[in-house]
Structures are given as structure tokens and as C-alpha cells.
């Protein structure tokens, strides 16, 4: 939780306690083959969200630099930019320096101490529910509550950061919200904190999806021509465009003049117009959506401050959270009182 506090205090989006597997095993079971302790994603200047590993050991029996050799490999897996190693004992200087070489931090708490100091004046004052290690245990948990919601819990907790391909993360996501439209109640808080944290994780998606095409055409200049190739990219480029449009055409029995694509598709393309306005502001949405969420899970007990400094200082995350928000709930069939709800919190965030 002092990693979380960190990550967040300095505006980045984390997660927790994610098992990792390998995707392409042929075991029936997919085989854990390691976890990961924290996670953050930390927005850069080019609106991109840059992936950091965070572990906590005692080692007790095995030395600090081993940890370090084993984050490294992780991180080579994951496509991670940064590791950091928080260590209840105390280090030698050497493996600090070997691990640096190799982009990581290694430190003791002490030396934590001492790092958020220097590096994270609003470690102490943050006022988020993502710093509640009870909401966590409390979210993670919701499927012993709600058996029939397991599928997208597990998705949310590890599921998600098993894929790499971000166009693959989108479409899936929006799978998942629609599968599980039946089993959620908009009065219901914990339903809605699942929802509103499964849109943040399409939001993290959406993010790259954004930036892609941002840096292939800035503006693009028709809807018709976005929409046409947009169409092309989210599936994969023209190949395994047409794969999967012929067996789509296959299962639907809607002929050849029939195109797969999202759900509410003209939505979606407007969506993806309106964002590239100002596409990296897209980055600072994944934190204020996640913090939306996990207040809602101690909603009455207690009045966090995060979201609506979120908001106050980047306004645009704000709209655009109620944008994609909108299109999720549209696009996954959800009851009109979710968006209604999801809506009222966003715009609640504005009064500061």
C-alpha cells in the first residue's frame, strides 16, 4: 500500500496483486507463472501511459540483486519502462547500482522514505480511496458476493494484463461489460464501481487506440474516411480484417455487403473524433474513472478529495470520461439510469 499511495499521489493509475500467465500455454488450466505486486501507468508528455513494475519482498533467504535479475526478465515480458523493488532490509550499494543499470530502483523502506520525499510532495496528503487497502480487498472479493460477476472480476484483476495487443484489450473489454449487462443493478454500488473500473480499463485501451491513430493522421479529414479505416486497424490491419468479416458474415448469415465493427459504431468513430481534439489529455482518464469506482465502493462512509482534483486541474479528463463513459453504456446495451448515474458523479466532480 505505500507503493499505491506513491503511484497515486503522483497522478499514476495502479493496480494490484495481477497473476500473470502464459497466453499461448496448451495446458486446459492456464498456468500462473508469476504475479506482480503493483502496477502503475504513468502518463508521459506525449500523452502515452508508460508501464511500471512495483515488487515488495523480506528476502529473507535470497539476495536483493536476484529480485532485481528476475524484475528485469519481467519487465523484458511485459514491455515494462520501469521496475522498483521495495525491500525490508537494507542493500548493498553495488546491487543498487547494478539494478539501476538495468532501470530499476532497489530500495529498503528506509530508503523509501527518503526517495518519496524528494520525489512526491503529496505523499502524505492524498486523499483517494485507491489508498484504502480495504476497498481493494473489498473489490477483488465482490465475486464471493456475486458469483455470476467472477468472469469480469478475474478479467479486472489479472485477465487484462495478460494482453498486449492494446486493440485486442478494447474490444475485449466491451465484451466483457456486455456479457455481464444482465447481472448489474444501477442502484446497486458495487455494481457500479465494477462497471465504472471496467470502463477505466477501456479507457487505458482507448488511450493507445487514440494516440495511434492521432500520430498517423493528426485529424483525419472525413468521418467516412476514419470510419473506413479505423474499422480496418481496431481488428488488426486489411488480413485479419478479412478474416474474421468473413466469418462473421459466416456466423451472422448477413451476406458479403455486411462488416464486422463495434457496437454502435458511428458512436464509437465520433467518440474517436472527438478525443483526437486533444489526445493527450486521454492519459489523465484511466485515474479519474479507477478513483470514481473505488469511491463508490465506500460511498456514505467517507468523501475523498482526488476526483475533484483530478478534474479541477485537467478539466478535459473530465468530459472525456463522460464520453466514453456514454459510449460504453450505449454500445453494451446497459440500463439508461447507469449512464444517468456514472453521468451525475462526473459533473459532481466539477464542484470543488
Avoid at 480495504?134 to 464471493?144: A, P, R, S, V
Wanted: with cysteine; net charge neutral.
Amino acid at each position: 500500500m505505500k507503493l499505491i499511495r506513491y503511484y497515486v499521489a503522483n497522478e499514476w493509475f495502479p493496480h494490484m496483486e495481477a497473476e500473470i500467465f502464459f497466453s499461448e500455454g496448451i495446458s486446459v488450466k492456464r498456468k500462473v507463472v508469476t504475479d506482480l505486486d503493483t502496477i502503475a501507468l504513468i502518463p508521459t508528455n506525449f500523452g502515452e501511459m508508460s508501464f511500471m513494475i512495483g515488487d515488495c519482498k523480506t528476502l529473507r533467504n535470497q539476495s536483493p540483486i536476484s529480485r532485481s535479475f528476475w524484475l528485469s526478465g519481467l519487465m523484458g515480458l511485459l514491455k515494462a519502462d520501469k521496475g522498483l523493488i521495495l525491500l525490508t532490509k537494507e542493500i548493498e550499494r553495488d546491487h543498487k547500482q547494478l539494478s539501476s543499470n538495468m532501470n530499476i530502483s532497489l530500495m529498503s523502506e528506509n530508503d523509501f522514505e527518503l526517495y518519496v520525499s524528494k520525489t512526491c510532495i503529496n505523499y502524505k496528503n492524498v486523499d483517494s480511496a485507491l489508498c484504502n487497502g480495504e476497498i481493494w480487498d473489498n473489490f477483488f472479493e465482490l465475486h464471493k458476493k456475486y458469483p455470476s460477476l467472477n468472469n469480469a472480476i478475474k478479467y479486472v484483476k489479472d485477465e487484462f494484463w495478460n494482453i498486449n495487443d492494446s486493440k485486442l484489450k478494447l474490444r475485449k473489454t466491451l465484451f466483457i461489460i456486455r456479457d455481464i449487462r444482465r447481472e448489474l443493478n444501477p442502484d446497486n454500488k458495487e455494481h457500479l464501481a465494477l462497471l465504472l473500473d471496467l470502463i477505466a480499463l477501456f479507457s487505458i485501451a482507448l488511450n493507445r487506440v487514440v494516440l495511434d491513430i492521432f500520430n498517423q493522421y493528426l485529424l483525419p479529414e472525413t468521418k467516412e474516411h476514419l470510419s473506413r479505416e479505423l474499422k480496418i486497424w481496431i481488428w488488426g490491419g486489411m488480413d485479419q480484417f478479412n478474416y474474421w468479416n468473413k466469418l462473421y458474415q459466416l456466423a451472422s448469415q448477413k451476406g458479403n455487403d455486411s462488416e464486422i465493427e463495434l457496437p454502435e459504431w458511428d458512436n464509437f468513430v465520433q467518440l474517436i473524433r472527438q478525443l483526437l481534439e486533444e489526445p493527450y489529455a486521454t492519459s489523465h482518464v484511466p485515474l479519474l474513472l479507477r478513483e470514481l469506482a473505488f469511491s463508490s465502493m465506500d460511498e456514505g462512509v467517507i468523501q475523498y478529495s482526488l476526483s475533484n482534483q483530478l478534474a479541477k486541474k485537467y478539466p478535459q479528463s473530465a468530459k472525456f470520461a463522460f464520453l466514453i463513459s456514454s459510449y460504453v453504456c450505449k454500445a453494451a446495451l446497459l440500463p439508461k439510469d447507469f449512464n444517468s448515474v456514472i453521468t451525475k458523479k462526473i459533473m459532481d466532480t466539477q464542484v470543488y
